[in-house]
């Protein structure tokens, strides 16, 4: 088992920045793949970026490339997602999610656990 708990969203303007981070707890978080998926007000939870359990291969959906970087530190038990540039379309509750497959996966299907979420809201 694995506890995940989110954390630094919050209400910002256009162009702004805000890191996430989610903090795991229970088994052994390094031989775990990390993913951010988000999910806006009428609409399904999205993929956002993924991290393999080195660090070694990053992945991200295409509205974010440039603007989010996803990172971890296995000795803190932590990954991140740096969000730069901020824009409306980026309001929604965003989830961290732990996968232990062999491949890195990039859906919410290929997860087992997941955070509560953390809200982030983007004013124009």
């Known amino acids: 088992q694995v506890r995940l708990v989110e954390s630094g969203g919050g209400s910002v303007q256009a162009g702004d920045t805000l890191r996430l981070s989610c903090a795991a707890s229970?088994?052994?978080?390094?031989?775990?793949?990390m993913g951010w998926f988000r999910q806006a007000p009428g609409k399904e939870r999205e993929f956002v970026a993924a991290?393999?359990?080195?660090?070694?291969?990053?992945r991200y959906v295409d509205s974010v490339k440039g603007r989010f970087t996803i990172s971890r530190d296995n000795a803190k038990n932590t990954v991140y997602l740096q969000m730069n540039s901020l824009e409306p379309e980026d309001t929604a509750v965003y989830y961290c999610?732990?996968?232990?497959?062999?491949?890195?996966?990039?859906?919410?299907?290929?997860?087992?656990?997941w955070g509560q979420g953390t809200q982030v809201t983007v004013s124009s």
């Open positions: 229970g088994r052994t978080f390094s031989i775990y793949h």
């Open positions: 999610a732990a996968a232990s497959a062999v491949v890195l996966p990039i859906t919410r299907t290929g997860y087992e656990y």
């Open positions: 991290i393999s359990w080195r660090g070694a291969i990053i």
